[in-house]
């Protein structure tokens, strides 16, 4: 017979959710039951092909983001950054799996690593060379990427500690944080292809805004819907 552990540590009156429980596993839902599963890697292979295909086999000065004469190093850190970038977008897609997080537990938690390590790699080489890149929008990609690494490194912390339910919000943020860069390619595909007459200063300014931001409040509100679920501990 089971039995249900007592509240998680970091789930005490007066936080800013209601408690939730650390349970052990429900039985598994089959995959073909969680449809957004199959919409999000799709989008997540879409905007990765969109994204690097225009570098594949492209000479450094003939690159869609020119070398920067002031500092030699941009364009080898941005490949850096794309690279672990890609990394930390398909293993994210796998920590977000419930099913494979149940039926195959030690592949979340190596891919999990993996996501932590690439999102950190990724993310100090993005801070690195932001103060280089175009000034709209600027302000706004500092942010998302402060808090992507900031969100990720305390996700695995918490994990680490047994706090499975600060994990788990802290991980859906770090989440909703690196799929944000998805709004502004789209968005940028579709205006730019029904060439639409607009200042592009304040579209850039405001693609790299919207993006997180509704992504954090689209989280924060599922969070707030699901504060009485178990949280399930791990599976061993």
């Known amino acids: 017979m089971e039995r249900t552990p007592p509240a998680a540590p970091d789930e005490r009156p007066g936080g800013g959710l209601p408690r939730q429980r650390t349970v052990t596993a429900r039985p598994a839902t089959p995959w073909w039951r969680r449809p957004w599963m199959i919409p999000l890697w799709v989008i997540t292979a879409a905007f990765l092909y969109l994204q690097i295909n225009p570098f594949v086999g492209t000479p450094e000065a003939q690159a869609p983001v020119p070398p920067h004469d002031s500092f030699p190093p941009?364009?080898?850190?941005?490949?850096?950054?794309?690279?672990?970038?890609?990394?930390?977008?398909?293993?994210?897609c796998l920590q977000v799996?419930?099913?494979?997080?149940?039926?195959?537990?030690?592949?979340?938690?190596?891919?999990?690593?993996?996501?932590v390590g690439a999102s950190v790699v990724a993310g100090i080489c993005g801070l690195v060379i932001m103060p280089f890149a175009p000034a709209p929008g600027k302000i706004g990609v500092t942010m998302s990427t402060t808090l992507w690494v900031v969100f990720t490194v305390v996700g695995y912390w918490a994990v680490r500690n047994g706090r499975y339910a600060m994990h788990?919000?802290?991980?859906?943020?770090?989440?909703?944080?690196?799929?944000?860069?998805?709004?502004?390619?789209?968005?940028?595909?579709?205006?730019?292809?029904?060439?639409?007459?607009?200042?592009?200063?304040?579209?850039?300014?405001?693609?790299?805004?919207?993006?997180?931001?509704?992504?954090?409040?689209?989280?924060?509100?599922?969070?707030?819907?699901?504060?009485?679920?178990?949280?399930?501990?791990?599976?061993?």
């Open 168 to 236: 788990r919000r802290y991980m859906l943020y770090s989440f909703a944080l690196v799929m944000n860069n998805v709004w502004a390619l789209f968005a940028s595909k579709v205006v730019f292809g029904l060439e639409l007459s607009f200042d592009f200063t304040y579209f850039a300014e405001g693609a790299r805004w919207v993006g997180w931001v509704v992504n954090l409040m689209a989280v924060q509100w599922f969070l707030y819907r699901t504060a009485r679920r178990p949280v399930e501990g791990p599976v061993r």
């Open 97 to 115: 799996w419930p099913w494979l997080r149940r039926q195959h537990p030690a592949v979340h938690r190596i891919s999990g690593r993996f996501y």
């Open 74 to 92: 941009y364009y080898t850190l941005l490949i850096v950054h794309m690279i672990f970038g890609t990394i930390a977008m398909l293993t994210v």
